[in-house]
């Protein structure tokens, strides 16, 4: 059974850090697309990075040069390191898997995702 599992989050003030991090198992690590979403209360789930199976990455605009993803297919793991926060980045952020085949225009659209996490909160303040 495929799990993910997000640890990371918390409270920060806004110019601060943060490192997320997701724990995969139950799948063929290196086969999979794998995203970062968030969804802040009354909005709709946005994709903000995602790593493709030839490590190609994709960043939303609103946090490009921000945040970094990366993988560490040895220990099955996600990060996003988060910098220069913002109080616009206050969501809870969920990890999410899904197949090799996402073609890289859609790699930040949730519905192309199979996996989820049960999300972490991030809370940013002015």
């Known amino acids: 059974q495929v799990q993910l599992v997000e640890s990371g989050g918390g409270s920060v003030q806004a110019g601060g850090s943060l490192r997320l991090s997701c724990t995969l198992s139950?799948?063929?690590?290196?086969?999979?697309?794998l995203g970062w979403f968030r969804q802040a209360p009354g909005k709709e789930r946005e994709g903000v990075a995602s790593?493709?199976?030839?490590?190609?990455?994709t960043y939303a605009d609103s946090v490009k040069d921000r945040f970094t993803i990366s993988k560490d297919n040895s220990k099955n793991t996600l990060d996003l390191q988060m910098n220069s926060l913002k109080p616009e980045d206050t969501a809870m952020y969920y990890c999410?898997?899904?197949?090799?085949?996402?073609?890289?225009?859609?790699?930040?659209?949730?519905?192309?995702?199979?996996?989820w996490g049960q999300g972490t909160q991030v809370t940013v303040s002015s």
């Open positions: 999410a898997a899904g197949g090799s085949w996402i073609l890289t225009p859609f790699r930040l659209q949730a519905n192309q995702y199979t996996y």
């Open positions: 139950g799948y063929t690590y290196s086969n999979i697309c």
């Open positions: 790593i493709g199976t030839d490590g190609s990455i």
